[in-house]
């Protein structure tokens, strides 16, 4: 079965500063998707960015881009220029290309400060 | 289109009573799910639907719970005499194959 772990509970970042959360997973296979989602309070969960594994380029969108290192099976994601609407709950996610349901991580709460 | 639609947002319940979420996916889109969100986790798959049909069904999704999309387009989600252990928020989610999901903003239970 896959896992995802998301190692930080909690990060805290100032406003303008750039903040790294980290994700690693384990699986098998060799074809897969992996995601970003963030979640703010009480509000719905939205998809940040998309990684597909095939590809090597990280993938990236405005202020948030990836690291993702296939080999050591990791996929951080960075949020440059931290603003205080990216204050939120972030999920890392896989999602085996031969199946349908997203296995997500714990979670990361993502605090910004001005 | 608004987006995925939940209802109802809140629900407080007593213990051994059943209760219905509805979920209204995007309308062009042709797979719906369900996860289970507790506090300090992840969401946690419970089943899928492919238009009308129950495709997956986690191991989590006790005989006490089942899941309804006819026609395809809005899913039902009963739990039967409620537990404690219920308490949650429920997600739905959908999208057209296996692009990006659309998550709605949650139903959340509290069994008393």
């Known amino acids: 079965a896959q896992t995802v772990t998301q190692s930080q509970p909690e990060m805290s970042v100032q406003e303008a500063e750039t903040v790294t959360l980290s994700c690693t997973y384990d699986t098998s296979e060799s074809d897969y998707y992996l995601f970003w989602y963030k979640q703010p309070p009480s509000r719905q969960m939205i998809l940040v960015i998309r990684?597909?594994?095939?590809?090597?380029q990280n993938a990236t969108e405005n202020r948030f881009s990836v690291n993702f290192q296939k080999a050591a099976k990791s996929f951080s994601l960075k949020i440059s220029d931290s603003q205080l609407g990216d204050a939120a709950m972030y999920f890392c996610?896989?999602?085996?290309?031969?199946?349908?349901?997203?296995?997500f991580g714990k979670g990361t709460m993502l605090l910004v400060s001005p | 289109d608004t987006g995925v639609s939940q209802d109802p947002r809140h629900k407080i319940t007593k213990r051994g009573q059943n209760v219905t979420f509805r979920c209204d996916p995007i309308?062009?889109?042709?797979?719906l799910y369900w996860y289970r969100q507790t506090l300090g986790q992840g969401p946690e798959f419970l089943t899928y639907f492919q238009n009308e049909a129950q495709l997956e069904k986690s191991r989590l999704l006790s005989d006490r719970f089942s899941a309804e999309r006819p026609k395809g387009s809005f899913s039902t989600l009963e739990i039967q005499r409620t537990e404690q252990g219920d308490s949650a928020m429920y997600l739905c989610?959908?999208?057209?194959?296996?692009?990006?999901?659309?998550f709605g903003q949650g139903t959340r239970l509290t069994v008393v």
């Open positions: 996610a896989y999602l085996n290309s031969g199946y349908s349901t997203l296995t």
């Open positions: 990684q597909e594994a095939y590809k090597q």
């Open positions: 309308s062009e889109h042709n797979r």
């Open positions: 989610a959908s999208s057209f194959m296996n692009t990006e999901a659309f």
